[in-house]
Nanobody, 121 residues
Framework: QVQLVESGGGLVQAGGSLRRSCAAS????????MAWYRQAPGKQRDLVAV???????NYADSVKGRFTISRDNAKNTMYLQMDSLKPEDTAVYYC???????????????WGQGTQVTVSS
């Protein structure tokens, strides 16, 4: 059973930093794109950042220059370094990955459990 397990997050003051990680486990053939999403109360879930298996990245305009997405393919783990945090970054953050379970399988989308990040002013 493929799982994405998140860690990190929590409460921080504005201007502070947090680091999140997301580890894939359960046996699979390959991980393709990995991404972080966030959902604030009463709002839709939005893409924060995405990283391809080759390392290319893309960010939402709201986090460019403040957040850094990275991955360690040997550890099947993705990270999100969040610096210069603002109160408007407060949301539940979810990791997401496209994973192929076997060489003959299609790519399937998996989600982590989500973790609250709260930035106080």
């Amino acid at each position: 059973q493929v799982q994405l397990v998140e860690s990190g997050g929590g409460l921080v003051q504005a201007g502070g930093s947090l680091r999140r990680s997301c580890a894939a486990s359960g046996g699979f053939n390959r991980i393709f794109a990995m991404a972080w999403y966030r959902q604030a109360p009463g709002k839709q879930r939005d893409l924060v950042a995405v990283i391809e298996s080759g390392g290319s990245t893309n960010y939402a305009d709201s986090v460019k220059g403040r957040f850094t997405i990275s991955r360690d393919n040997a550890k099947n783990t993705m990270y999100l370094q969040m610096d210069s945090l603002k109160p408007e970054d407060t949301a539940v953050y979810y990791c997401n990955a496209e994973i192929q379970r076997t060489a003959w399988d299609i790519r399937r989308e998996y989600w982590g459990q989500g973790t609250q990040v709260t930035v106080s002013s």
